[in-house]
Nanobody, 120 residues
Framework: QVQLVESGGGLVQPGGSLRLSCTAS????????MGWFRQAPGKQRELVAR???????DYADSLKGRFTISRNGPLNTVYLQMNSLKPEDTAVYYC??????????????WGKGTLVTVSS
């Protein structure tokens, strides 16, 4: 079973930067996409950014220009570079993996989340 481990969250002042990392490990047949979602208390989980197997990326429109997703070659690790952070970016950020556990069965795997707090 695949496992996702996130790191890089913490406390940062408005205007600052953080880089989140997510590494996948375990027995996975194929990875289709990896990315980041976030959820603040009382709010719905939302897509932040995602990169697919072919290298294509998908961002929340409001975050384009501030957040950048990248990956290593095998797509077992993804990064989220967050710049010009605002208090409204405060949330738990979750790594997500979509793939196949075998040739037929899809999987949707989530990390435990890493807390990002933007405050002065």
């Amino acid at each position: 079973q695949v496992q996702l481990v996130e790191s890089g969250g913490g406390l940062v002042q408005p205007g600052g930067s953080l880089r989140l990392s997510c590494t996948a490990s375990g027995n996975i047949f194929a990875i289709v996409a990896m990315g980041w979602f976030r959820q603040a208390p009382g709010k719905q989980r939302e897509l932040v950014a995602r990169v697919n197997r072919g290298g294509g990326t998908d961002y929340a429109d409001s975050l384009k220009g501030r957040f950048t997703i990248s990956r290593n070659g095998p797509l077992n690790t993804v990064y989220l570079q967050m710049n010009s952070l605002k208090p409204e970016d405060t949330a738990v950020y979750y790594c997500n993996l979509m793939g196949y556990s075998d040739y037929r069965n899809m999987v949707d795997v989530w990390g435990k989340g890493t807390l990002v707090t933007v405050s002065s």
